[in-house]
Each structure stands twice: as C-alpha cells, then as structure tokens.
C-alpha cells in the first residue's frame, strides 16, 4: 500500500534541501520538453540543482532531458525551470513521474508552463507550429491521484473541467498572432511509449477528438490541477503522427525539429511569463 505521509515527507524534505540551496520563491514553473532545454538560456540564472543533488530523487535518462533544477528570473518574473523531466516509459511510478512538479509547487509557484514536443493527427496543424491545450486526455495513462489522497496537496477528487487555464490560453494565441507563430489550439492525448503509436492507433485517437499526441504533460496537468495551480500545455508539433504522414519516425527528428523552431518557442514562453 503506497504511503502518502512518506511520500509527503519526501516531498517537504526535498523543498527543505532546495531552501538551502536558493532562498528564492518562484512565482512561475517551467517544465521544459524535449529538445526545448536551451530555453534556460533566457534566464538570469541564481541557482541550478541537478536531480541527482537531492537524495532518492528520479533522474532524467531520455535524450534531450539533462535533469536540474533552475531558478532565476525572466525579465523580472521569479521561475522556476525544469530541464528535463522524468517519463512514465523509463520506469518509473507516476507518483514520481509528478514528484519534481509537486516539488515545484511546495516551493511557491502558483502556476506552471507545461511544454513538450509532440506528432501531430491534425492533417490542418504543420510541423513546427505548436499547439496550446484546451484539453487533455489522460486515459490511456494511469492517474498520477490514485492511491491515498495526500490532504496537504488537495482533495480527493479533483475538477479538471477547466485543467488549462482559459486566459493563459487566449495570451499564448495573442502572441502568437502578434508574433507571426503559428499557434493552434486543440487537444492532447498522453500516450505510455516509448513506442511510436500504430497508424490505427492514430486513427482511433483521432476519432476521440485528440489533435497531438506524446508520451508526458497530461498527468503533470493533472497533478498540478489537484495542487490548485493555474495551468498552460504548450507543444511544439515535431512531426506528424503515423499513417498521417509515410515518413519513418525518430526521436532525433524530434529534437531536430523542436531546435529549429527554438526562437519561435522562447518568444511565446517568454512573452507568456511577463504577461501572468
């Protein structure tokens, strides 16, 4: 039986040893996705923790995810930034999965940018737009809540009829149309990977309404709804899914692309941070 009081004493133990790392409280967290890492670079940094400084703490092993901590800001706007996250397909429970975002939360920020890069069914969306999320399906993953609710966090069952957040929504397509950023609004589907989904299995999420799909996002979306925090899902849409297009997937098309559109993405983030 998964013990929620350890597993809270985890989680304010690894806030306590950050405190003593950086006294800085973060307004705004960042998660970045896969080949999206660089976007640190925008921050004045004050302190950087790497996952493997904080004892018992999961680890990013996938490609594109060098695993820290970083706090700084962005122009004058306290964050928060994870460069790298850990993943349901490396193993790991999706209590931990969540754990470095709950972190994040007991550290003081009180709203989260969840990013990722992700293939595309929408035959209207094109390779290196993004997409910001209305909703999320999360079906197809276990829920990052089941166990015994942990009360210091929130409660048992959670609302997530409004799991992004309406405003943030409109100010990345303001932006977007501002900046000339190909934005889209839609739907995300989390998927276990690490495999590639089928063309059938395209077919099938697509006839669910979902736009984009990936392997992260939607149970951290969720945790992070349980923990009443404000909520975007930005994707950067890397390549499309199989049976919509006939070329062959990789995981390194997927960093080479999310590097090529870098620029456009810091521009949404960062516009996005000064405007919460």
């Known amino acids: 039986m998964f013990d929620a009081k350890a597993y809270y004493d985890r989680l304010s133990k690894y806030a306590l040893d950050i405190r003593k790392m950086t006294d800085m409280v973060p307004d705004v967290a960042i998660v970045l996705g896969s080949g999206l890492g660089d976007f640190a670079k925008n921050i004045r940094i004050e302190c950087e923790i790497p996952y493997e400084d904080l004892d018992g703490f999961p680890v990013s092993t996938a490609p594109g995810h060098s695993g820290r901590f970083i706090f700084g800001t962005l122009n004058g706007v306290k964050v928060v930034c994870m460069k790298g996250r850990v993943h349901y397909y490396e ?5 931990e999965v969540v754990l470095p975002l709950r972190v994040m939360r007991l550290l003081g920020a009180h709203t989260v940018i969840i990013t990722n890069a992700v293939g595309c069914m929408n035959p209207d969306y094109s390779i290196g737009s993004f997409m910001v ?10 829920s990052p ?3 015994p609710n942990i009360e ?5 069952f959670t609302d997530v009829s409004e ?23 839609g739907v995300f589907i ?13 077919k099938m999420y697509r006839s669910f309404g979902a736009d984009c ?25 890397t390549n499309m899914s199989t049976g919509i297009s006939e070329n062959k997937l990789s ?16 521009k949404l983030i960062t516009e996005l941070v000064e405007n919460i």
Request: aromatic residues 4%; proline residues 2%; contains cysteine.
């Open 91 to 95: 193993g790991y429970e999706m209590r």
């Open 133 to 142: 999320s209305r909703d999320c399906i999360a079906s197809f993953v276990p």
């Open 145 to 147: 809540l089941i166990g």
């Open 152 to 156: 210091e966090l929130g409660e048992r």
């Open 163 to 185: 799991i992004y957040d309406a405003d943030l929504r409109a100010k990345v397509l303001s932006i977007g149309e501002r900046e000339g950023i190909e934005v889209h609004e």
């Open 190 to 202: 989390q998927l276990t990977g690490p495999q590639f989904e089928t063309a059938s299995e395209i």
């Open 213 to 237: 799909c990936g392997m992260s996002s939607a149970v951290e979306a969720i945790a992070a709804a349980h923990m009443g925090m404000k909520v975007c899902g930005i994707s950067c849409i």
């Open 251 to 266: 995981g390194e098309e997927v960093i080479e692309t999310a590097n090529k559109v870098a620029g456009n993405f810091e």
